[in-house]
């Protein structure tokens, strides 16, 4: 067996600099000619304005009358991607074009951007999970609420009822500002250094659907908090803002960019500036700029801003988004403090103003119409107004009267959720998988869900005792892509086809030992990555609970699961 390993520090492994002998397709270095086909017709036309043609032409002659390049282009631009046929095996996945891997049907993102959603919110995102989407809604881990078996005549009519409860799906998807992330406890927590919700509100007013941020090089990622907890895993996203204090100047925000997972990971770096509220739009839009301007099109496994950060250094950057964008210094600031408790916000606590928020976990992110519009009863018979999604595959009920707690949390169980999940149910996230995902390999959501079972019975002895006193993120990802963030978790699995004694079957690569800045740990660090340890999907409760029994028997006083794995011998992590 063969491993490779990091440090499990704040790993930036090294980007292959772009040649320097050809274009590579930044505006402000090569010009604007395209250099590649995707290029091209996002600059014939771009996704904003295919909302029309849907709905007054491909509503009405339906999925037959999509001409290719809206099909499998621009409908990105508004959250729709067609979603896998059923019946194709995860070997077929990378021999089968995208239009022999694609059905009639939908897959929708709805955005939420950290906002707070009303029961009546709710009830239209239960009403369309059940009107349209055969009852199906899986809450992301970029908030946002997913649907699939959408077709192509029922657009209309979902706009029309998001529209009513002030939601979207602009630029859901493509290459564009997607939606963002945000404190779910924004404005409530007594802990709050800083509410992001100002700040989000104004960047979406002035800049969401802004055509001339509506043809970047690649997707565009944000995370906004200001909760001392670190709850919009903010080193994996292109931008973000996290709340800090100035010792002069007071509550603000640290800046760091070019963070990503996928197939080449990198963390963020911070720049090291303040960012004060009043400034927060105008930088958040001079970073999203600089992608445009500087960002690398020829390639797309090279357009993310994760690439041109590897290039320039975060002194560079600093230097061309006060000067060049700016048009000032920022002044510098401090670094945010460790965090002081779980992002997840699982559980009951108080919020400022007496009253209570909950957080609750459903199964691998999955709700569906029946849970959404179930939470809404529940929510308005205990006198709680709003409920915000989760960078974790949760939900957190806010404004929870003190006296409807406890029926609260009672009442969840019924709604598929619950408030006192298990430490497996509380920390499993999976992807997507090939049960709707053209990308995907083996089967995520179901194969978790199964395990989530399995280890609460295997590894009970050790949840009662006290022995297992930490929790262990399981990650689970249909294809080498991390949707999941297989790289920043305890134990992350990579899906991927595997032989066993001559037989191919669904199986993941294993990466142990990642994380993000936690109560956990103070910094981010990616995973180990055990490359000869593959595991059948069949078998991954046994492996979990061999490798989670491992390190409770080895592991030194205090010691996390992420410090044990990355020291552990080869044969310990079998």
């Given amino acids: 067996m063969t491993v490779t390993e990091t440090s499990g520090q704040a790993v930036r492994p090294a980007a292959r600099p772009p040649r320097g002998d050809r274009s590579n397709g930044q505006w402000k270095v090569d010009g604007t000619t395209p250099l590649n086909a995707n290029e091209t017709w996002k600059q014939e036309e771009g996704g904003l304005a295919v909302r029309e043609r849907i709905e007054s032409v491909y509503a009405k002659g339906g999925f037959d009358s999509i001409p290719a390049q809206d099909l499998t282009g621009r409908f990105r631009w508004w959250g729709l991607y067609t979603q896998r046929k059923p019946g194709i095996d995860g070997g077929r996945t990378a021999q089968l074009s995208d239009d022999e891997l694609s059905d009639r049907y939908f897959m929708l993102r709805v955005r939420t951007d950290g906002q707070a959603l009303s029961p009546e919110a709710l009830r239209v995102l239960g009403g369309i999970s059940r009107d349209f989407a055969r009852g199906t809604a899986d809450i992301t881990d970029r908030q946002n609420l997913q649907y699939h078996w959408i077709d192509i005549e029922s657009m209309p009519e979902i706009w029309r009822r998001l529209d009513t409860v002030g939601l979207e799906t602009t630029t859901a998807c493509g290459d564009t500002p997607r939606g963002f992330l945000g404190s779910p406890v924004a404005g409530i927590a007594a802990d709050e250094i800083i509410d992001p919700t100002p700040v989000i509100l104004e960047i979406k007013r002035r800049y969401l659907g802004d055509p001339e941020l509506a043809n970047l090089p690649r997707k565009f990622k944000t995370a906004i908090t200001g909760h001392p907890s670190l709850d919009v895993v903010h080193e994996i996203n292109d931008v973000s803002l996290v709340g800090v204090v100035h010792p002069e100047l007071g509550p603000g925000y640290d800046l760091w960019v070019g963070g990503a997972l996928s197939t080449t990971p990198r963390l963020a770096e911070r720049l090291g500036v303040f960012v004060s509220e009043d400034e927060a739009a105008d930088v958040w839009h001079a970073v999203i700029q600089i992608f445009r301007d500087y960002g690398y099109r020829r390639l797309r496994n090279k357009a993310r801003l994760k690439f041109l950060l590897a ?14 964008y700016l048009g000032h210094p920022l002044p510098d600031g401090p670094a945010p403090a460790p965090a002081t408790a779980p992002g997840d916000h699982v559980g009951v606590h108080a919020q400022k103003d007496g009253r209570f928020y909950v957080g609750a976990a459903p199964v691998v992110g999955r709700v569906g119409g029946n849970t959404l519009t179930g939470l809404a009863d529940l929510m308005e018979s205990v006198g709680a107004g709003r409920v915000r999604l989760t960078a974790h595959q949760k939900l957190v009920i806010l404004d929870v009267p003190e006296g409807g707690v406890d029926a609260l949390v009672a009442g969840l169980p019924a709604l598929g959720l619950t408030a006192k999940p298990s430490p497996f149910r509380r920390t499993t996230m999976a992807c997507t998988g090939i049960e709707f995902c053209k990308l995907a390999i ?16 295997r590894l009970a002895d050790l949840v009662e005792d006290g022995s297992l006193d930490r929790p262990i993120l399981l990650n689970v990802n249909g294809c080498p892509n991390s949707c999941a963030r297989i790289q920043t978790a305890d134990i992350g699995l990579k899906g991927q086809i595997i032989t066993v004694d001559g037989v191919q079957q669904a199986g993941f690569q294993v990466h142990l030992g990642g994380g993000l800045a936690s109560d956990e740990r103070d910094e981010a660090g990616l995973g180990r990555t055990v490359r000869g340890l593959k595991v059948p999907a069949s078998q991954l409760p046994e492996y979990v609970e061999r490798v989670v029994r491992t390190y409770v028997a080895e592991r030194h006083d205090g010691e996390t699961f992420a410090e044990w794995s990355h020291r552990a011998e080869e044969g310990a992590l079998q």
């Fill in 311 to 324: 290039e320039w250094g975060p002194a560079k950057f600093r230097e061309v988004l006060e000067t060049e």
């Fill in 442 to 457: 083996v089967d995520t959501k179901d194969t978790a869900a199964a395990a989530i079972t399995q280890l609460e019975t």
